[in-house]
C-alpha cells in the first residue's frame, strides 16, 4: 500500500526566504504525486501534480515540485515566500493502477514579516 | 463553471442522533470522494463513489454510509453519532478519479458532536 510522509508539522520562514516542503512516498507501483493547499475553513486547492511526463512540476502562486524517484521524494518549493503563503500544505500519492489516494499528515507553513 | 458544493456548511448535533450531509460535484465529474479531517488524525479517506457504486472504502465503521445518485450527487450518512464524529467532512469530485486526475475539493462541512 502506497503512503507520504511529510517531514516537519510546521515550517516557518520569514517573507522573501526560501520555502521548501518536504514530502517522502512509498508506492510499490508508479505514483502519481499531488500537493495541495488549505487555507482556514476552506477545503483543498491543487497546487500541482506529477504524473510522469517531466521530473520538475511547476505549479500555481509560483510554486514548484521536483520528483526523484532514487530518493522516493516530491518537495515543494518557492523561491520567495509571500505572506498570502501562510495556509497548510498536503503532499498526497496515488497508485497509477488504482484510484486510492492517500495524504500525508500536512505541513503549516508561516510567513514572517 | 461551478466548483464542488457542500450543504449544509455548519451542523451541531448531539450524541445519538444521525446526520447527513451532501454534496454536489463539478457537472461532469463522475467520481466522488468523501474524506475526514480532524487535528489528530488528518485527512483520512472515508469512501469513493463512481457512477452510483461505492469503489472503495477507508478504515472506517459500519456507521459512517454514503451513496451516490443518477446525476452523480452524494450524500454521506453517520448514524449514533460520537464525540469523536465531531470534524471537518470534505467532498472532492474528479472525472474518474483514477490516475493522474485531479481532485476538486469542496468547502467542506463541519460538524459538532455535542
Known amino acids: 500500500a502506497q503512503s507520504v510522509t511529510q517531514l516537519g508539522s510546521h515550517v516557518s520562514v520569514s517573507e522573501g526566504a526560501l520555502v521548501l516542503l518536504r514530502c517522502n512516498y512509498s508506492s510499490s507501483v508508479p505514483p502519481y504525486l499531488f500537493w495541495y493547499v488549505q487555507y482556514p475553513n476552506q477545503g483543498l486547492q491543487l497546487l500541482l501534480k506529477y504524473t510522469s511526463a517531466a521530473t520538475l512540476v511547476k505549479g500555481i502562486n509560483g510554486f514548484e515540485a521536483e520528483f526523484k524517484k532514487s530518493e522516493t521524494s516530491f518537495h515543494l518549493t518557492k523561491p520567495s515566500a509571500h505572506m498570502s503563503d501562510a495556509a497548510e500544505y498536503f503532499c498526497a500519492v496515488r497508485p497509477y493502477n488504482n484510484n486510492d489516494m492517500r495524504f500525508g499528515a500536512g505541513t503549516r507553513l508561516t510567513v514572517k514579516p | 463553471k461551478a466548483g464542488v458544493t457542500q450543504t449544509p456548511r455548519y451542523l451541531i448535533k448531539t450524541r445519538g442522533q444521525q446526520v447527513t450531509l451532501s454534496c454536489s460535484p463539478i457537472?461532469?465529474?463522475?467520481?466522488v470522494s468523501w474524506y475526514q479531517q480532524t487535528p489528530g488524525q488528518g485527512l483520512q479517506f472515508l469512501f469513493e463513489y463512481f457512477s452510483e457504486t461505492q469503489r472503495n472504502k477507508g478504515n472506517f465503521p459500519g456507521r459512517f454510509s454514503g451513496r451516490q445518485f443518477s446525476n452523480s450527487r452524494s450524500e454521506m450518512n453517520v448514524s449514533t453519532l460520537e464525540l469523536g464524529d465531531s470534524a471537518l467532512y470534505l467532498c472532492a469530485s474528479s472525472l474518474d478519479g483514477t490516475g493522474g486526475t485531479e481532485q476538486y475539493f469542496g468547502p467542506g462541512t463541519r460538524l459538532t458532536v455535542t
Open positions: 457537472s461532469g465529474h463522475r467520481s
